[in-house]
């Protein structure tokens, strides 16, 4: 994933980081060199575009 | 092969060691299996889950074991990847470190060249995919860098096969005793001396390596460095304080410029551009964005078309007119109501369900007709001006403001983010340096940046009254140099220094811009939904018991102060919830034709610099403690209704806007 901030390269390893106050996540992940929060976009989401399908 | 963490392939320690190191995507991997043909194994650094490559190959009789290391920018490391290759570099002695860069991107990749030299490690330079930069009209004399920074640099384009020979054959004939020393300025100079001369063990790096790195805060090295130095690490340590004390700048931030201006001058007379080269428009556009002069008009042009003309006008106007008076109000709103007057003999349950808070009428309404609109156009534009990197062009134009008022160039990161989520950009301000910046700027963001939906509703609500929009920019603007103009009072010291990398402006692509718009509206629905829905049970509980019209009234004086009519207490109220349910309670209020354009100019203005929404106000607690977000809470209370009050009175003797 390339940080729609400083669009240097997050590392997949990196975990979805949010404040808490989201019940389920917020689904964000931060970049780890300017902390920019990317969205991560959800299965249903990645399967409705069919990505999961050409990433196999 | 894949090895599991427990089992790490073990190096084989008779064979001569090349380490590809680099940042990602610049063609390590490609070199990597150029040099060792298909048979690689790949294991997991030990104790770690990240993978490491290794091959064998053998150059002119002479075996060779090769590494692929993850990805790095620099041996400071931030992630668990470039962690593992720095300690790869450290620990595993290479006889060869090959450091792959793009050719396109040699200034800003040579920094890392200049550190693993320093470091005394065995590095050969190859200057990767050429072929695409000698396209883009880039011509270098590898010569004259070579003799620069004396140590073998190879020209490559490897994904053709371009310069593989030139890289074997440097790989044979290398001379690790060749070495060349960069100088810093004069006072880095001495604090490096100071530092290395405190240092007693033997370490991977060079002392001059480990004294920057030391300097730089790296945790990993200076735990390293404590358990090998033991009584005298408080030596160490003493000394880099004292340095830090001293120079009142950060180190780490002067440390990269002053190996950027190194950079600058190794590469003088080393790069040159052809002079057939088109325009790179891409480039023009960029450096005018970075220019106040250029860089101003074009922020205005974005924020016109983008914002008022895109989110105002099509979501807020036409989108909402369409869901919001035609769809809810016209039919599902009268029918829905009819309905439950019909079949529902409690009034409790009918006001809970359609009454003037209800959850159908005011809940779903809000978070369909009007705030998803509105919040849907302003994701679209906001990821069209992401994807195209203009944020950080933006931050490097805003910075030169931000050292206008003295406020510390760093502070922009948090500050930009705070128009997508002050929430999250609350936590960001945890990478500033000191307390009071910190401060400073969750105080900033608290008061005078709206977040993304209430930026996004805020603008439709003025956009039907463009001269209050103006009104609204210019106060949030004002009360932002304002409180930054005084804390340059508060926080004198050294001109702040801010940098950053500038990736390039590229063309956003159209599934991107759909795949964070969706994901990011689908994440936005999901969260917002049940609290609008929450909100309206609780209002609905409070019109039932009374407290809200207790509290609308003890509020009646604010808002006769501020000279709006005393329904607006309400979206003040829904304000505390979220930011934006304040904002789609006054375009509702709005809408009936209760607020006239100088009340709605008011009433922005005070709901933008009103308190922060519950979420913000918990995390400022969290980041800041009771003390301080008790006090920011107070002070951005008393200034947005001193700012609501004079702005009225001053709308009110001009008749501005009318």
Known sequence: MICGFCHREIPEETPEKGCGRCGGGCRKVHCPYCGYENPLPSPLLERLLGRKEKKK | MKC??????????????????????VGKSVLFNALTGAYT???????????VFRGTCEIHGVRYEVLDTPGMYSLLPITEEERVARDMLLNERPDVVLHVIDA???????????????AGLPVILVVNILDEAERLGLRFDLHLLEEKLGIPVVGAAVRRRRGLKEIRAAIVGFDPSQKAVFGYAVDLERDISRVTSCLSGQYG???RAMALLLMQRDESLTELVRSVEKDNFAVVEGA??????????????????ERKRVCKGVLEGVISEDGQRAIDWAGKLSELTMNPWTGVPLLLLVLYFGLYQFVGNFGAGTIVDFLEGGLFEKNLNPWFIDFCRTYLPWNWLFELLAGEYGIFTLGVRYAVAIVLPIVGTFFIAFSVIEDSGYFPRLAMLVDRVFKQI???GRAVIPIVLGFGCDTMATIVTRTLETRRERLIATLLLALAIPCSAQLGVILGLLSAVPGALVIWGGSMAGLFLFIGFLSAR?????KPMFYMEIPPMRLPQPRNVLVKTLTRMQWYFLEIFPLFILASVILWAGKMTGALQWLVEVMQPVMRLLGLPGQTAAAFIFGFFRRDFGAAGLYDLQTKGILSPAQLTVAAVTLTLFVPCVAQFLIMKKERGWKASLAIFAVVTLLAFSVGFGLNRLLLLTGVPG
Do not use: C, K, W
């Open chain 2, 104 to 118: 396109r991107n040699i200034e800003r990749m040579l920094p890392m060249t200049l550190q693993l030299i320093e």
């Open chain 2, 4 to 25: 599991a963490v427990e089992n790490p392939v073990q190096a084989d320690q008779n064979l001569r060691r090349i380490f590809l190191v680099g940042n990602p995507n």
């Open chain 2, 490 to 494: 508060l926080m004198p010291g050294e």
């Open chain 2, 406 to 408: 003295g406020l510390n």
């Open chain 2, 240 to 257: 880099i304080n004292e340095i830090a004390f001293d120079r009142r700048v950060d180190l780490h931030l002067r440390i990269s410029l």
């Open chain 2, 41 to 51: 194994t790949v294991s997991n650094y030990p104790g770690t889950s990240v993978e």
């Open chain 2, 205 to 207: 790096l060079d002392a």
